[in-house]
């Protein structure tokens, strides 16, 4: 089956610095969906990519599709205490049995 | 413009009882999935809903649990006879069409004692 692979599982970064956070996968898929978990609190959709190569911003965070249609990254720019959270890839392939994949999540920390 | 509404937000069965979720999807969106999550890990798909029917039900335990979205009124998500495998927080999504963006509800969060 798709599986998605996003490490490390917990990043822990100062106030003010960027992040990058990768997700790869063993497969193609036409959809990347980047969300955040607040704990208690059901995922946000941060990013949405549709088309390979497309790279899209939302305020701090920019989002890419990877060339090959199997990866993905997430940078988010000057951090703040309130990114602190759980940062989940999802892929989703249009086909027999479409359905959105999602990776473990990386657990981001900011120090102020 | 509502987003999707699950509730309860907190459910407590003992073992042997029915558990009942519901969904409301975000208005204008006849395309309803149900996720589950353990403690950290991942969301993982269960079923796959329009409107009366099920589209893709492959992520759903065989036994005991069924969805449906009718009509009128929610999705539901049902559990029969819990058990304590069945404590986790269920997620319903959803979205105006397949392929695209999913939105999320806040979750129930079902413990089985």
């Known amino acids: 089956g798709q599986q998605l692979n996003q490490s490390p599982q917990s990043m822990f970064i100062q106030e003010g610095e960027d992040v990058s956070m990768n997700c790869t996968s063993s497969?193609?898929?036409?959809?990347w969906l980047w969300y955040k978990q607040d704990p208690g609190e059901g995922p946000v959709l941060l990013i949405a990519?549709?088309?390979?190569?497309e790279l899209t911003s939302n305020g701090r965070l920019t989002a890419q599709f990877g060339i090959t249609r199997k990866d993905s990254f997430l940078n988010i720019s000057a951090s703040i205490p309130s990114d602190v959270g759980i940062y989940f890839c999802?892929?989703?392939?249009?086909?027999?049995?479409?359905?959105?994949?999602f990776g473990k999540g990386i657990t981001l920390s900011v120090r102020p | 413009n509502a987003g999707v509404m699950q509730n309860p937000r907190h459910l407590v069965r003992r073992r042997g009882q029915e558990a009942r979720l519901r969904c409301s999807p975000m208005k204008g969106h006849s395309h309803v999935y149900w996720y589950r999550q353990l403690p950290e890990e991942g969301l993982k798909f269960m079923v796959y809903?329009?409107?009366?029917?099920?589209?893709?039900e492959s992520g759903m335990p065989k036994e005991r649990f069924s969805a449906e979205f009718p009509k009128e009124g929610p999705s539901i998500l049902r559990i029969q006879q819990v058990v304590r495998g069945d404590s986790a927080a269920y997620f319903c999504?959803?979205?105006?069409?397949?392929?695209?963006?999913?939105?999320f509800g806040p979750g129930t969060r079902l413990t089985v004692t």
């Open positions: 990519l549709y088309k390979a190569g």
């Open positions: 999504a959803s979205s105006p069409g397949l392929g695209g963006e999913q939105y």
């Open positions: 497969s193609i898929f036409n959809t």
């Open positions: 999802a892929g989703f392939y249009t086909g027999a049995n479409s359905k959105l994949t």
């Open positions: 809903l329009q409107k009366e029917n099920i589209i893709d």
